[in-house]
T-cell receptor, first 111, second 113 residues
Framework: GQQLNQSPQSMFIQEGEDVSMNCTSSSIFNTWLWYKQDPGEGPVLLIALYKAGELTSNGRLTAQFGITRKDSFLNISASIPSDVGIYFCAGQGSGTYKYIFGTGTRLKVLA | EPEVTQTPSHQVTQMGQEVILRCVPISNHLYFYWYRQILGQKVEFLVSFYNNEISEKSEIFDDQFSVERPDGSNFTLKIRSTKLEDSAMYFC???????????FGQGTRLTVV
């Protein structure tokens, strides 16, 4: 079945640093969503991408829909302690209602 | 801001018992979903529901599971005879016209003992 692999699996960074993570698949997707999940909470939608090559920002977050439609990238600039959490990508393919979630990137920020 | 709400937040049940997890999706949304997340793992798709019927389901969503939209606001997931491995966080989600952005509830933690 479809699988989304995220890398890195986890990362420790210093407060103020920029963060990059990505999500790759062997399948093509028409929509990419990026979520953040805090412990014991539901995923919170950060950014939605609808077109290959699209670059979208939400505050310090910037995400891109890869040209091949098989990947997506999320960058966080000038990280702060509240950026700590697990970041998930989710892709929606053609002719389907469901979103497939990635394996997640766990981010820890050292003050 | 509109949000998806789920009840209860935590449910403990004995193996073999039936449970019903409840969700109130965002009011003008048309597409509804259930996902689950076993502790420490990724979020897994269970089922999608549109136009009063199941539109898609995963292999996890076997005969023990069912969904219902009993009225204009609630969306429920029933597990008929719970197993230990059903212990997980269950998330409800909904999306609007065009089925683009999916918004998730806070989840129900189901513990089967």
């Amino acid at each position: 079945g479809q699988q989304l692999n995220q890398s890195p699996q986890s990362m420790f960074i210093q407060e103020g640093e920029d963060v990059s993570m990505n999500c790759t698949s062997s399948s093509i997707f028409n929509t990419w969503l990026w979520y953040k999940q805090d412990p014991g909470e539901g995923p919170v939608l950060l950014i939605a991408l609808y077109k290959a090559g699209e670059l979208t920002s939400n505050g310090r977050l910037t995400a891109q829909f890869g040209i091949t439609r098989k990947d997506s990238f999320l960058n966080i600039s000038a990280s702060i302690p509240s950026d700590v959490g697990i970041y998930f990508c989710a892709g929606q393919g053609s002719g389907t209602y469901k979103y497939i979630f990635g394996t997640g990137t766990r981010l820890k920020v050292l003050a | 801001e509109p949000e998806v709400t789920q009840t209860p937040s935590h449910q403990v049940t004995q193996m073999g018992q039936e449970v019903i997890l409840r969700c109130v999706p965002i009011s003008n949304h048309l597409y509804f979903y259930w996902y689950r997340q076993i502790l420490g793992q990724k979020v897994e798709f269970l089922v999608s529901f549109y136009n009063n019927e199941i539109s898609e389901k995963s292999e996890i969503f076997d005969d023990q599971f069912s969904v219902e939209r009993p009225d204009g606001s609630n969306f429920t997931l029933k597990i008929r005879s719970t197993k230990l491995e059903d212990s997980a966080m269950y998330f409800c989600a909904s999306s609007g016209q065009g089925n683009t952005e999916a918004f998730f509830g806070q989840g129900t933690r189901l513990t089967v003992v």
